[in-house]
C-alpha cells in the first residue's frame, strides 16, 4: 500500500523534482554536519597534543634538574659552601 503511494506520488514531474531537491539538501546537510563534527574531533586531538606537550617539557625539566641533583651529603655541603646550589 505506502510503496504504491510513493510510486504514484514520485509519477509527477513536480514531485519527483521536490524530492531530489529534498535529497540534496538533506545530503549537503549531512555534509555540513559531518565537517562539524571532524573540525571538533581534530581540535580535542590538537588539544591532546599540546597539553601532551606541555607535560613533556616539564617532564624533561625535572629530569635535567636531577641530573644535576647533589650525589650525597657532602656534595650538597660543598655546593653549598661554595654558593653554587
Known amino acids: 500500500m505506502w510503496a504504491s503511494l510513493v510510486v504514484g506520488l514520485l509519477a509527477r514531474p513536480g514531485?519527483?523534482?521536490?524530492a531530489a531537491i529534498a535529497l540534496a539538501?538533506?545530503?549537503?546537510?549531512?555534509f555540513i554536519l559531518n565537517l562539524r563534527?571532524?573540525?571538533?574531533?581534530a581540535?580535542?586531538?590538537?588539544?591532546?597534543?599540546?597539553t601532551l606537550e606541555r607535560?613533556?617539557?616539564?617532564?624533561r625539566q625535572m629530569l635535567d634538574a636531577a641530573s644535576?641533583?647533589?650525589?650525597?651529603?657532602?656534595?650538597?655541603?660543598?655546593?653549598?659552601r661554595d654558593g653554587r646550589f
Open 15 to 18: 514531485a519527483r523534482r521536490v
Open 43 to 50: 581540535g580535542r586531538a590538537a588539544e591532546r597534543l599540546e
Open 25 to 30: 539538501l538533506l545530503t549537503i546537510a549531512l
Open 55 to 59: 607535560t613533556d617539557a616539564i617532564h
Open 68 to 80: 644535576r641533583r647533589p650525589r650525597n651529603r657532602d656534595d650538597l655541603l660543598d655546593r653549598l
Open 37 to 41: 563534527r571532524t573540525a571538533e574531533r
